[in-house]
């Protein structure tokens, strides 16, 4: 659309033809198409569009990566399971205003249109929209300020209001004094509210009876057994202590690595995540157990047993598809995400300097793994300061 006569010509298409091709782009894309001209803003405008496009954004899966160049060239880069390419989100032109040390800032969340950010030397959480352009300081939680080491991504969740609403609501939890507490920020009233859990003893619901669909908190991830809260994703119930263990593991004769490992110190990497967890098991590429160097030998996905009590494994990647991703790596890292059913899920590991992605989504329903192509991406040069999947964005 650089041509100017080829966006006139364009535009003088009859409109339902126009939003039924631009209903096929990718959010970001359908934005970019209101500076063109009038006529199509006006179409990407339009009340029925609108409807359209968000109806079918809210089901997309993002993926998003927040990097750091020299001279405050802040960038989240994003791409969806729909799209071939990645996006470019300038961050740093929404931040500036707000806050000058953006080098130091940290990617924790993300959900809808909201972003969340931390700040390390200042110890406080920035909320930023980026479909309305405005950014929102968080006033400190009951545990006062918290630089960057002291969010665990399985720890936390970020949940968007609905289209339309520019609110949300932050969740995270932390063992305090030996008791697992919830804290809740909501954007609305601008407070902050605690909750002690309660134990679980027996009546947590299996899922098929669930009115309210659940959000899960990692606060412990150990070899063996976690501490996992069970929260009502409307508020309704406390939130319920549930102590899942892990029998899978066989003897291990290297270190257990939870969400980040090097290669020369795991043989078993655990990523928790929305009351899933994967295991990433790996073999040495050589006999010589001094080398740093490992293999990735399987995945599995594993969940939480009816009762809450058991990690159970519920699926493994096939031997076809481990062949295709399997690789030599020097450091691991991954996170996972579930959403209606499906449970996206992203390892990173760096071999000899150069970073390499892996987004593999397992479908419940279908007990079927898909392994999503990613494009290109150069990272030379720059400083990676966090990952997260997303739920899709909206145009309100």
Excluded at 60 to 87: E, M
Excluded at 190 to 202: F, I, L, R, V, Y
Aim: glycine residues 8%; charged residues 25%; hydrophobic residues 40%.
């Amino acid at each position: 659309m650089d041509n100017p006569r080829l966006a006139v010509g364009f535009s003088c298409l009859p409109s339902e033809l126009l939003q039924s091709i631009f209903l096929r782009l990718a959010l970001p894309e359908i934005v970019r198409l209101k500076s063109i001209n009038k006529s199509i803003a006006s179409i990407v405008s339009d009340r029925d569009f609108v409807r359209d496009c968000n109806y079918q954004s809210v089901s997309a899966d993002w993926l998003f990566i927040y990097s750091k160049g020299w001279r405050r060239d802040s960038v989240l880069h994003g791409i969806t399971d729909r799209s071939d390419c990645w996006f470019k989100i300038p961050i740093a032109g929404f931040l500036t205003p707000v806050i000058r040390d953006i080098e130091d800032l940290y990617f924790l969340a993300a959900s809808g249109n909201f972003f969340l950010f931390v700040s390390n030397t200042r110890k406080e959480l920035l909320s930023v929209n980026i479909l309305r352009k405005t950014v929102k300081k968080i006033p400190p939680s009951p545990l006062g300020p918290r630089g960057t080491s002291s969010w665990r991504r399985s720890g936390m969740k970020l949940v968007a209001g609905p289209p339309g609403s520019d609110s949300f609501r932050f969740l995270f939890a932390e063992l305090v004094e030996n008791r697992p507490i919830l804290y809740e920020y909501n954007s609305e009233d601008n407070k902050w509210q605690s909750t002690e859990a309660d134990e679980n003893h027996g009546d947590f619901p299996p899922a098929i009876e669930r009115a309210d669909p659940l959000i899960f908190l990692n606060v412990v991830n150990g070899m063996n057994e976690s501490v996992v809260l069970a929260i009502g994703s409307h508020g309704k119930n406390k939130p319920m202590i549930l102590q899942p263990r892990f029998s899978g593991g066989g003897i291990e004769e290297r270190p257990v690595a939870v969400g980040f490992g090097w290669g020369n110190g795991i043989s078993r990497l655990q990523v928790y995540g929305d009351g899933y967890m994967m295991i990433v098991r790996s073999n040495n590429v050589d006999d010589d157990r001094k080398t740093k160097e490992k293999e990735l030998k399987g995945v599995e996905m594993w969940g939480l047993s009816p009762n809450g009590k058991l990690w159970e494994c519920i699926s493994k990647l096939s031997k076809e598809k481990m062949g295709q991703i399997k690789r030599a790596y020097e450091v691991i890292m991954g996170c996972v995400e579930e959403r209606n059913g499906t449970i996206n899920a992203l390892l990173m590991s760096n071999y000899k300097g150069l970073w390499h992605m892996i987004w593999l989504s397992y479908n419940m329903g279908r007990d079927n793994w898909t392994l999503l192509p990613l494009p290109y991406f150069d990272m030379k040069g720059l400083n990676m300061a966090g990952i997260t999947f997303s739920s899709g964005l909206t145009l309100v």
